[in-house]
């Protein structure tokens, strides 16, 4: 009995902890959006094609992580072109529900545009009417540095960072993490990259960290087609969530309730 009511204790102190965690992952947080100029002709078959598209993202994101499509429903001559990308880390049923809140930003940010990208904390959503898939793009689109190392830390703190990138530069697949003493670093490529396109884009990435952010404690750089970030110890987290992953397993439930019903039973007897 001693024992069981122990393990409760530590359980909700674990929940607690679980709780906060989650909640600092803002994985719906807006980071950037570009959208087209030109914009689309309501009734138009590319139009239906886009709206086609969204429908087709959203249910993707139910099951993977990553998907592409070019949508023809309503015309082959005038193709949807898109794909969504999620943290590779985030659970599938936040990842559907990051895709959901970034067709619907993209929906307010640019309405009707001819094509948009919004990249939130946990996903990115593109689509556009030119065939953009697989097609490497390095161009710098948000940055975001944090605060700069003191002089006596900053040798060591420079020396970290670059050893955490050699790590992603050396990694392979789409979704890399690299550490070193106190600094973590990861990257990730939107899945329409070959390989070797994603190194070249993760090198370009570190390289915009390097120019743009010098010896800071942490630092986010987005690029088209791929971003990098890393953080040391106790920085602010600036782009990816440095926590684990919201919690979304049905055992926790279970056992929540299981507890509670005990501790009812403890007082009422």
Not at 33 to 59: D, H, M, W
Not at 162 to 182: C, Q
Not at 245 to 263: I, M, Q, V
């Amino acid at each position: 009995m001693h024992q069981f009511c122990c393990f409760c204790f530590f359980f909700f102190l674990y929940l607690f902890s679980s709780t906060t965690i989650a909640s600092f992952d803002d994985y719906t947080a807006f980071v950037y959006v570009g959208c087209s100029q030109s914009k689309r002709i309501v009734e138009s078959p590319y139009n239906t094609n886009v709206e086609s598209l969204f429908a087709s993202l959203a249910n993707a994101a139910a099951i993977s992580s990553y998907e592409s499509f070019t949508c023809t429903a309503a015309s082959a001559a005038n193709p949807a072109y898109g794909l969504f990308q999620c943290r590779t880390d985030l659970a599938v049923a936040y990842c559907a529900s990051c895709v959901r809140s970034a067709i619907d930003q993209l929906s307010s940010l640019c309405p009707g545009a001819t094509g948009a990208a919004v990249q939130l904390k946990g996903c990115l959503i593109r689509y556009a009417d030119d065939a953009f898939l697989g097609k490497l793009e390095t161009n710098l689109l948000f940055k975001k540095c944090g605060a700069p190392a003191s002089d006596a830390s900053s040798a060591s703190l420079l020396g970290m960072r670059d050893a955490a990138f050699d790590d992603l530069s050396s990694g392979g697949g789409s979704y890399r993490v690299g550490a070193a003493g106190r600094v973590r670093a990861l990257a990730l490529c939107v899945g329409d990259l070959t390989g070797k396109q994603c190194g070249d884009c993760v090198a370009a990435a570190l390289a915009e960290l390097k120019d743009a952010c010098g010896v800071t404690d942490g630092g986010d750089a987005y690029l088209g087609k791929c971003y990098a970030s890393y953080w040391s110890d106790g920085a602010y987290a600036l782009g990816q969530s440095r926590s684990k992953r919201p919690y979304d397993d049905r055992r926790w439930s279970d056992l929540f309730l299981l507890c509670f019903a005990h501790l009812v039973t403890l007082i009422f007897a």
